[in-house]
């Protein structure tokens, strides 16, 4: 089941946070967490499996842009990723986005080859963007 979080819970707040602290790329605070559920530019949705969230997405809504902010799913290798971007993509449409971009770690070979299957392509570099060190690479989907 995929949902939207419109308000603040603080078991789904908790949740979103420990699938991002098992990530080696991603650091989410609670609060940066409750900001961007607060935000009405930004949305966080989540997906769960057994009522158990199994991952989020979070992402700015600009049209005709998205970025995405974070994406991250545990277990991992579920198909809980292609369903965040299947919801993505619908909201991107219903929203007239022609763009859907993000930045990745340069050392993310995983996320780039998931990235990569579902249609997008890297459009530049950020140098020394993570930690003014390691380099991000900005990728992008044309709708």
């Given at each position: 089941?995929?949902?939207?979080?419109?308000?603040?819970?603080?078991?789904?707040?908790?949740?979103?946070?420990?699938?991002?602290?098992?990530?080696?790329?991603i650091?989410?605070?609670?609060?940066?967490?409750?900001?961007?559920i607060?935000d009405?530019?930004?949305?966080?949705?989540?997906?769960?499996?057994?009522?158990?969230?199994?991952?989020?997405?979070?992402?700015?809504?600009?049209?005709?842009?998205?970025?995405?902010?974070?994406?991250?799913?545990?277990?991992?290798?579920?198909g809980?990723?292609?369903?965040?971007?299947?919801?993505?993509?619908?909201?991107?449409?219903?929203?007239?986005?022609?763009?859907?971009?993000?930045d990745?770690h340069?050392?993310?070979?995983?996320a780039?080859?998931?990235?990569?299957?579902?249609?997008?392509?890297?459009?530049?570099?950020?140098?020394?963007?993570?930690?003014?060190?390691?380099?991000?690479?900005?990728?992008?989907k044309k709708?």
């Open positions: 089941m995929i949902e939207l979080i419109n308000s603040i819970d603080d078991n789904i707040i908790e949740s979103i946070f420990l699938i991002s602290s098992k990530s080696e790329y650091s989410l605070s609670k609060k940066y967490i409750k900001d961007y607060e009405k530019n930004h949305k966080v949705v989540i997906i769960k499996y057994d009522e158990k969230v199994v991952g989020f997405i979070i992402y700015f809504l600009l049209s005709p842009e998205i970025d995405i902010l974070f994406i991250a799913t545990y277990p991992h290798n579920k809980y990723g292609n369903k965040l971007l299947s919801y993505l993509f619908d909201d991107a449409k219903n929203n007239n986005v022609d763009s859907i971009k993000l990745l340069e050392n993310n070979i995983n780039k080859e998931f990235y990569t299957k579902n249609g997008f392509q890297s459009i530049g570099v950020r140098k020394k963007y993570y930690n003014n060190k390691y380099s991000a690479l900005i990728l992008e709708l």
